[in-house]
């Protein structure tokens, strides 16, 4: 329990860190190699964690902004994204969050995520439940009526939405960043599908947060749990989430994704 309200704690600092950032005039971003946005809040996060995180418990702490990745030796350690969806950081559309979790023997055991701008707080860890803001959470939708889903922001394309219609979905939310696990595992949603790939730190947090929740999630290769093997270089392939209680179709799943790869570019 001690952890638990330490890395609270800790998740809370960091947040208003991010926020104080976010509400300063200006916001100084550069590009990584990869073409992708990184920000003075990025690697102040960083700093702060790294170092906080370091202090609980005497185990790797691997971040999206360190300099190396390696966890071959490693059986246990801290999986952490300083801000996940810098993108809606830097336009200012508010969807952005920190994820800190534990990885053990591969699998997420335990995972944080904050909410800069509002101060949710959400958490869960392995049989243990899922909270927001203290308060436990549990996807319970209905299994009949109109089916939500939740989509990418920036990532979303025509193929997906032939998902998405394959479906029979009648409510879109879009939305960045790993608030998204959040928002299924409130049950304010039905299922989410990423065919593209992410790494450890996008989803470690909100898989812990979802399956405790009422959810699954599940590589689409594979159709197995969500896993965190070194072989994969902390890169992750794609994945479903959905509410337990949904009868999910992975037929229409395969016909969407050859419709999507068979698109010609620009469609």
């Known amino acids: 329990m001690a952890l638990l309200e330490n890395i609270i704690e800790i998740m809370k600092e960091a947040c208003a860190i991010v926020k104080t950032a976010y509400e300063a005039p200006e916001q100084l971003h550069t590009a990584k190699a990869d073409g992708s946005p990184v920000t003075a809040a990025d690697m102040l996060s960083h700093e702060f964690l790294v170092g906080e995180l370091a202090k609980l418990e005497r185990i790797p702490v691997v971040s999206e902004e360190s300099d190396a990745h390696d966890t071959k030796n490693a059986s246990r350690y801290w999986c952490v994204d300083p801000l996940d969806g810098t993108k809606g950081f830097v336009s200012r559309s508010g969807d952005f969050s920190i994820n800190v979790a534990i990885i053990e023997n591969e699998r997420a055991v335990f995972g944080c995520i904050g909410r800069p701008l509002t101060g ?25 009526g109109e089916l939500t889903a939740l989509t990418s922001s920036s990532h979303l394309k025509e193929g997906d939405l032939e998902l998405l219609r394959a479906f ?38 909100g898989q812990i947060l979802v399956e405790e929740a009422g959810c699954r999630m599940l590589e689409l290769e594979s159709r197995r749990p969500m896993s965190y093997p070194p072989s994969r270089q902390m890169k992750n392939e794609g994945f479903v989430v959905f509410r337990s209680s949904l009868q999910f179709d992975f037929s229409l799943l395969e016909t969407a994704r050859r419709a999507r790869l068979q698109r010609p570019p620009g469609q």
């Open 120 to 144: 949710d707080i959400y958490w869960a860890s392995r049989g243990e439940g899922a909270f927001k803001n203290g308060a436990a959470i549990r996807n319970e939708r209905a299994g009949a």
């Open 168 to 205: 029979g979905i009648g409510k879109r939310v879009a939305m960045g960043s790993a608030l998204k696990f959040g928002l299924l595992a409130e049950g304010a949603a039905d299922l989410y599908v990423r065919f593209g790939p992410t790494m450890f730190w996008d989803t470690a947090a």
